[in-house]
């Protein structure tokens, strides 16, 4: 494995706050600054949006927010954000869609991502390591 950081600008003016439409937006952009492939995985980073962060699951987008810019969502720990998010680049799913497999505190869940927790129970540390190893 190799861990390369590249660091560069993404023009997202215009888009809103909306997570789902900075992050496809973000997906169509990325390609011009890099080569996207294996595990190679691209976060974006916004002051505002419509939550903490979006994903493609078992994808290489994710774009994370500073924080919600609605009242309603809790401000998650800007660590804790980008991990889930991570986890969701490497298949893991949030718990509400895991079929009842996730059934521990684990980041995925939003209540214990809110809380701070920055662990993932069994069974979603081994999708995300299936994935990470898998070329
Ligand atoms: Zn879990």
């Known amino acids: 494995m190799y861990i390369l950081e590249h660091y560069n600008k993404w023009d ?13 937006d ?3 952009e990325a390609p011009s600054y890099i080569d996207i492939e294996y595990n190679d995985i691209v ?5 505002w949006g419509s939550n903490n962060g979006m994903a493609y699951l078992d994808g290489h987008y994710a774009v994370c927010a500073e924080a919600p810019d609605v009242w309603y969502w809790p401000n998650w720990q800007d660590d804790i954000a980008v991990q889930h998010e991570m986890s969701h680049l490497f298949g ?4 509400v869609e895991s079929c009842g497999n996730c059934n521990d505190e684990c980041i ?4 214990y991502a809110w809380q ?3 662990h ?3 069974y979603h540390r081994s999708i995300i390591d299936d994935n990470i190893w898998r070329q």
């Not at 976060?43 to 002051?47: A, K, L, P, T, Y």
């Open 12 to 24: 997202a003016s215009g888009i809103g706050t909306n997570l789902s439409q900075l992050l496809d």
């Open 26 to 28: 973000l997906a169509n």
């Open 43 to 47: 976060i974006g980073w916004v002051r």
């Open 92 to 95: 893991a799913q949030d718990t």
């Open 108 to 111: 995925m869940d939003y209540w």
């Open 116 to 118: 701070g927790y920055a």
């Open 120 to 122: 993932w129970e069994w």
